[in-house]
T-cell receptor, first 115, second 114 residues
Framework: QQQVKQSPQSLIVQKGGISIINCAYE??????FPWYQQFPGKGPALLIA?????SEKKEGRFTISFNKSAKQFSLHIMDSQPGDSATYFC??????????????FGTGTRLTIIP | AAGVIQSPRHLIKEKRETATLKCYPI?????VYWYQQGPGQDPQFLIS???????DKGSIPDRFSAQQFSDYHSELNMSSLELGDSALYFC?????????????FGAGSRLTVL
């Protein structure tokens, strides 16, 4: 049973456009929601993260929108660039304050930015 | 900046053989996690260690075991290997800072079972 559902599975966006990836979760005990970017042959790298007491967080071209009541969160990449082409994983974590965390990952979105 | 070091990067084994993967966390990171990522799949949590004690266990087969040593490096031991064990194995480490959590992943060890 997939605890964190991610869509779409793949996404093609034109350079300069907005890439949007969506995730939904069931477990209301999750209290930390990071996004990871993974290039082929590399480990996932933390991109941006949000806590459920905040509805939006922006870092450069990357924005997380969080809807606690709907149990959904999304990643928006503004002005998408070819270098953003990668696989993106949303994740959720329970017990972020206790140093005993484990991540539950979404199924990943393969993003391709075309010129 | 120092990163999470994993070795070996690639490993080829036969069915029923044994494999050992090593992970060296970022200095001063006290928590180590192991993840398994099958082809085209999301990373699945296997096991974690906090201060050299097992802190959590995920979908790790009984044929697998792991430990964290006094220098905080960790080893994942896999016995009676099966074809389905072929995957990328990632180690990640984190520092226990209340209110923040940053897992840093290693580059992974690719295990191929023939």
């Amino acid at each position: 049973q997939q605890q964190v559902k991610q869509s779409p599975q793949s996404l093609i966006v034109q350079k300069g456009g907005i890439s949007i990836i969506n995730c939904a979760y069931e477990n209301t005990a999750f209290d930390y929601f990071p996004w990871y970017q993974q290039f082929p042959g590399k480990g996932p790298a933390l991109l941006i993260a949000i806590r459920p007491d905040v509805s939006e967080k922006k870092e450069g071209r990357f924005t997380i929108s969080f809807n606690k009541s709907a149990k959904q969160f999304s990643l928006h990449i503004m002005d998408s660039q070819p270098g953003d082409s990668a696989t993106y994983f949303c994740a959720a974590l329970q017990g972020a304050n206790f140093g005993n965390e484990k991540l539950t990952f979404g199924t990943g979105t393969r993003l391709t930015i075309i010129p | 900046a120092a990163g999470v070091i994993q070795s070996p990067r690639h490993l080829i084994k036969e069915k029923r053989e044994t494999a050992t993967l090593k992970c060296y966390p970022i200095p001063r990171h006290d928590t180590v996690y192991w993840y398994q990522q099958g082809p085209g799949q999301d990373p699945q949590f296997l096991i974690s260690f906090y201060e050299k004690m097992q802190s959590d266990k995920g979908s790790i087969p009984d044929r697998f075991s792991a430990q964290q040593f006094s220098d905080y490096h960790s080893e994942l031991n896999m016995s009676s290997l099966e074809l389905g064990d072929s995957a990328l194995y990632f180690c990640a480490s984190s520092e226990d800072i209340t209110g923040a959590n940053v897992l840093t992943f290693g580059a992974g060890s690719r295990l191929t079972v023939l």
